[in-house]
């Protein structure tokens, strides 16, 4: 089986029945003074594996592979590049938050809960996405760290708002407490990127 990692062939000598069999050793023992990496793409064969499908390599059997190239990155690099994307989410939902408070206003409150509801899984993949990162980068992500406790009483407060059926005070919280939040996110997220080594 001819194995290429990061544009360059190795040596792999024995038969693997699936991929983490394979690369394992090679992403857990990277060196002295290296970090530990992760898969970012594979191709079997020459057909890529599915980003979905890299969740699991253990679920991806090799039985008459002939070829496996993949690419890898730091654990680090793929922490700070998930807080880019952060960035630009957190807008996305300053807005949609912001669209719903209008919707309040306007006394539409099926149709703000609606986007409220949307918003809300939005801020969950949002402060998963930093948790995770916060996880891989430690003091670098300290920047970010704040954003969900900033953001939590005030979801908190919403949801009283919300069973009192007060859509102005659910309007007034979104737009003037959560908003702001949101909004300084980006610089907060582009904060811990450079201390994390990316301008």
């Not at 719903?100 to 998963?128: C, Q, Y």
């Not at 948790?131 to 009483?153: C, D, F, H, Y």
Request: net charge negative.
């Amino acid at each position: 089986m001819r194995v290429e990692q990061d544009g360059r062939e190795i040596e792999i000598e024995g038969s693997f029945q699936h991929v983490e069999e394979l690369l394992a050793p090679l992403l857990l023992a990277p060196g002295e003074g290296k970090e530990p990496r992760v898969v970012v793409r594979l191709e079997l064969d020459g057909e890529r594996v599915s980003d979905e499908a890299l969740a699991d390599l253990s679920a991806i059997g090799l039985a008459s592979t002939q070829q496996v190239r993949f690419w890898t990155a730091s654990v680090r690099e793929v922490a700070l590049q998930g807080l880019a994307s952060a960035g630009a989410y957190a807008d996305r939902v300053r807005l949609a938050l912001c669209e719903t408070a209008d919707l309040m206003r306007a006394d539409r409150p099926e149709v703000a809960n609606e986007h409220f509801a949307e918003a809300i899984d939005g801020m969950s993949v949002l402060f998963f996405t930093l948790e995770a990162a916060s996880q891989q980068l430690g003091a670098v992500a300290e920047p970010v760290q704040t954003i969900g406790a900033e953001i939590q009483p005030w979801l908190d407060a919403v949801l009283k708002a919300q069973e009192a059926q007060d859509w102005v005070r659910v309007a007034d919280y979104l737009e003037y407490e959560i908003a702001p939040i949101l909004e300084r996110a980006p610089d907060q997220i582009d904060a811990a990127r450079r201390q994390g080594g990316i301008a």
